[in-house]
């Protein structure tokens, strides 16, 4: 395989997905095992009130299959599908979570979840698609544990933050949990093993090289020993932590800095999403889109990363969210206040002379 340095990239725009009446906040991409032959789905949310689920065609366009209305009263901020690709999550301001389940062609709420004081930020699955973690303006992280039938029950209720808590990810592998915050740190969430009690096992803020704003975003690598994490202080910082000895039951590992990219935005960067090929997208306020790949250049102190592409008015307004196709390494999903979903594929030029 050509490595990834010697490329020369252009991204290219597959499909405009216009339909939602407000800013679009975010966009997943439901899950499909390897080698399926069914397309691909996406979902999106919007300050419409909205979730659309769109589906490509054969032609390799995207149609709206389903506008999921009528349950949030306010704007839905996060969308997430489940693991199994069987439920979809959605986080609203209006306070609630809401579940839904593929019943035929439609799309039927199962469960609503009740109990932040406001606005629900971020929704986010488990790896096994049994727990269920939502974020909001409250301060506050619940943990939901997916029961049969369709039943939710929270299982803690974290406090930790000083402030709005902006997006909560699970760990791709392991049942630990994180969130970044207005207040401008991460915090890691574990599970005590005695008492099934969750809390905070790790804050990265200033004091460990961590931001020094709102840390909007956060993404893990293939693998799950790296972290990507972004903010409204213009940077882009990469952590990485001893996957093995977590693993193996020897206490979890600290997260560490390795590196931050700093003097590529100008505005701040809403979004970061890395691929399974270890391309890091980012998404900001001025309107484009960027790339950037790990690169052993001038390397000193271990790790190194380079921009490789920036796309200029890769919408006409904020890109709220990047998110890589699961399936396809190189298709990418931007959402953004423009009321648009865009589809880009990042193709390989081959070194062609233009």
């Not at 439901?30 to 979902?43: H, I, M, Q, R």
């Not at 969750?198 to 704003?213: A, D, Y």
């Not at 996957?243 to 700093?262: F, P, V």
């Not at 309107?287 to 890769?314: H, M, N, Q, T, V």
Request: proline share 2%; aromatic share 10%; with cysteine.
């Amino acid at each position: 395989m050509m490595n990834m340095e010697d490329e020369e990239f252009e991204l290219k725009e597959v499909s405009i997905l216009s339909g939602h009446s407000d800013k679009v906040w975010s966009v997943s991409w439901k899950p499909t095992s390897e080698g399926s032959d069914v397309p691909s789905v996406l979902a999106s949310c919007s300050g419409d009130k909205t979730v659309r689920i769109w589906e490509q065609t054969s032609q390799g366009s995207y149609h709206c299959k389903a506008v999921l209305d009528e349950t949030h009263t306010r704007t839905v901020r996060s969308c997430a599908w489940s693991p199994s690709g069987r439920h979809l999550a959605t986080a609203s301001f209006d306070a609630t979570t809401a579940v839904w389940e593929q019943v035929g062609d439609d799309y039927e709420c199962v469960a609503t979840l009740e109990g932040h004081e406001n606005e629900v930020k971020s929704v986010s699955w488990n790896a096994s698609g049994t727990l269920l973690a939502t974020c909001g303006r409250d301060k506050s992280v619940w943990i939901w544990e997916m029961m049969p039938g369709n039943e939710f029950e929270c299982v803690s209720v974290l406090q930790g933050h000083t402030q709005d808590v902006k997006m909560v990810q699970w760990h791709p592998s392991m049942d630990i949990l994180f969130s970044c915050s207005y207040d401008n740190s991460i915090k890691v969430w574990a599970e005590d093993g005695g008492d099934d009690d969750w809390h905070c096992v790790q804050t990265l803020g200033e004091q460990n090289s961590g931001h020094t704003s709102t840390v909007w975003a956060l993404s893990f690598n293939y693998s799950g020993d790296k972290m990507v994490t972004c903010g409204d202080d213009l940077m882009i910082k990469i952590w990485g932590f001893d996957l093995l000895k977590t693993q193996s039951g020897d206490g979890i590992a600290q997260w560490e800095h390795i590196c931050t990219l700093s003097g590529y935005h100008d505005r701040t960067i809403f979004s970061v999403h890395w691929s399974r090929e270890g391309i890091i997208a980012t998404g900001a306020a001025d309107d484009a889109i960027r790339f950037f790949i790990p690169s052993e250049d001038g390397l000193i102190d271990g790790s190194s990363y380079k921009l490789i592409l920036r796309k200029d008015k890769a919408h006409d307004m904020d890109v709220n969210c990047v998110k890589w196709s699961s399936s396809e390494n190189r298709q990418l999903a931007s959402a953004s206040d423009d009321g648009t979903v865009k589809i880009w594929t990042l193709a390989s030029m081959h070194g062609n002379i233009k």
